[in-house]
């Protein structure tokens, strides 16, 4: 039997291999309703993923659909998706039959109503702690399809997103950043946000000599300056943390 609907959002630990009934599709008489009044903020990777799919460069993307916030009380700025005036703060690309660029949807979108954080062990490793978001508006959890968490994620396509997501933690999980003694300054932040977040000017600017890693690139390395964006965006990491900690 499935838990009472709740009047307030609850979060609930949860793990991979539990027991998880929950399903969602243009039946469900929510469809959309977790597509409005959101903060949705955007990893590289997503952003990497929507301007592909919209045929675009990053440069238009971050343009046209980012908010960049700079708080003070954050190491580094935060990309948010833009969302439409139209009284419920809608997402941008949803529509009455659903998301317009559904098989690229940002990786939040596609774990709901699973949340997921990574942190990175003293041997490198990633350790993903997994929870359950219900809301008042969702009727998802009242389906009668029952899963694994971990095969829910799988079937949304995650692996790829927490592939590239996790990529990020030995820059953004640095020891000087744990320990406090790293506070970038405002050339440095504005390397980050143009490794990753505008990749086709990083492409550009790599291919001109503008920027420059201090060892050769590996055949890997220069697939991503011929058009592989997900190899220039691991190479964006990589010269980030040259940049910030020369590594």
């Known amino acids: 039997m499935n838990p009472p609907q709740p009047t307030e959002q609850q979060i609930l ?10 399903a969602c599709h243009p039946g469900v008489p929510c469809f959309t309703e977790c597509c409005r009044e959101l903060d949705l903020a955007l990893t590289p990777y997503d952003v990497l993923r929507l301007k592909r799919n919209l045929g675009i460069t990053s440069g238009q993307f971050l343009e046209r659909y980012v908010i960049v916030e700079w708080e003070a009380s954050e190491l580094f ?9 139209d009284g419920r703060a809608s997402c941008v690309f949803v529509g009455a039959t659903g998301c317009a660029v559904y098989p690229d949807r940002p990786g939040s979108c596609r774990a709901y109503p699973i949340g997921r954080g990574a942190a990175r062990t003293d041997q490198g490793t990633p350790v993903e702690s997994l929870v359950v978001v219900r809301e008042a508006h969702c009727r998802g959890f009242a389906e009668e399809c029952t899963q694994t968490v971990a095969d829910y994620l799988r079937g949304q396509g995650l692996d790829l997103y927490n592939r590239y997501n996790d990529a990020l933690l030995p820059l953004i999980q640095h020891p000087t950043i744990q320990d406090g003694s790293f506070r970038p300054s405002r050339m440095q932040l504005d390397q980050y946000m143009l490794a ?5 000017q990083f492409r550009r600017q790599m291919a001109d000599g503008r920027i420059a890693l201090n060892r050769p690139l590996t055949p890997q390395q220069l697939q991503g300056l011929a058009g592989d964006d997900e190899e220039l965006l691991l190479l964006a990491i990589r010269w980030l943390l040259q940049e910030f900690f020369g590594a």
């Open 77 to 85: 700025p935060a990309c948010y998706l833009t969302m439409v005036d």
């Open 196 to 200: 990753l977040y505008d990749l086709d």
């Open 13 to 22: 630990p949860t793990a991979t291999d539990r027991p998880f009934t929950f």
